[in-house]
């Protein structure tokens, strides 16, 4: 990495790697609230330091917010275990709508953080710092004070992990949101064939509600038939249903008087061609990163009625 000349004001320095420092620890813990917890940590680490004896600040930062992200880990997963219904991360507003766009466009697809749930803590880091951020298995080992041999190691089992669950396809961004778009015609439009016809026969709706939303359910739904039947009954009328780019996918948000009811992702199959997985996020404590984009109505479809 480059060599850094420390700032004479910390607040500054700090505020020029804030992004990176989101960004990193957001896509280790999926939740927005856990991630400013971390970056506030990490300031008040960064304030009782002398700034002008780190050669590199950046490395400094980000080695203090891995580990303090790290050390959330076992409070988060304990809110995970009693959490009511299926867990999501939580989204966030990416591209144009964004309000900080450089830390949106390093926010990896929900359906990705979905099974970064799966990986231990330390792989989950080591993914998101290697895979994500091309730091070097080097760079990785002295924040975590790891050797470099096990840090290929964790790195090359969480890539098998993620591989296994999601093969490197990514559909283009055209298609997703065509095929996002025609969906959400299909769903309000109370059109179970043309909807079927679009969803795998695997296909599995994940509803996180969290106890606190009609529209999330306890568990996962299963199976074309099933799913297609549920989001045909759950798409209300009289809401807003805004395209929007949610962690780098075309994805709906559905507002409901200028408030956002729901989140509504879809994860399509590497031809682009049919749903595998709809993640759908109505817990009110996970929209507040959408809260604040009510004002821009101009990518948002007629009211559906």
């Known amino acids: 990495m480059m060599r850094e000349t420390p700032a004479a004001d910390a607040s500054e320095v700090f505020a020029g790697h804030r992004e990176l420092l989101f960004s990193i620890v957001y896509n280790m ?21 002398d700034v002008a004896g780190i050669d590199n600040p950046r490395a400094y930062l980000v080695r203090v917010a891995v580990n303090q992200a790290l050390g959330h880990q076992n409070a988060l997963r304990r809110r995970k275990e009693t ?27 929900i359906a990705l953080l979905v099974i970064l749930e799966t990986l231990t803590p330390l792989e989950r880091a080591v993914f998101v710092l290697h895979e994500v951020f091309a730091y070097q298995h080097t760079e990785i080992a002295a924040m975590l004070d790891r050797s470099p041999t096990a840090i290929r190691q964790l790195a090359h089992r969480a890539r098998e992990h993620v591989q296994a669950r999601r093969p490197r396809a990514r559909v283009d961004r055209r298609t997703h949101r065509e095929v ?18 679009m969803l795998a026969p695997d296909v599995v709706l994940w509803p996180d509600g969290g106890g606190k939303s009609a529209v999330g359910g306890p568990r996962p739904i299963r199976g074309r038939d099933k799913v297609a039947r549920v989001v ?8 807003d249903i805004r395209h929007r780019q949610v962690n ?6 559905i507002f409901a008087e200028d408030a956002p009811l729901a989140v509504m992702v879809l994860d399509l199959d590497a031809g682009g061609e049919q ?9 009110p ?9 009510t004002a821009d109505r101009g990518s948002e479809t007629p009211e559906t009625s």
Do not use: C
């Open 83 to 109: 959490y009511l219904g299926p867990w999501l991360p939580e989204p966030l507003i990416t591209g144009p709508d964004a309000a900080e766009p450089a830390v949106r466009a390093e926010s990896v697809s």
């Open 232 to 239: 045909v009954a759950n798409a209300r009328g009289g809401v």
């Open 248 to 253: 780098g996918d075309p994805s709906v948000v």
């Open 180 to 197: 996002t778009e025609r969906f959400v015609e299909a769903a309000f439009g109370g059109d179970l064939p043309a909807l079927m016809e």
């Open 285 to 293: 404590d996970k929209l507040g990163s959408v809260s604040g984009h």
């Open 29 to 49: 813990l999926g939740t927005v609230g856990d991630t400013e917890d971390v970056l506030q940590e990490t300031w008040l680490a960064w304030a009782a330091r």
């Open 275 to 283: 749903v595998r997985d709809i993640y759908v996020v109505s817990n």
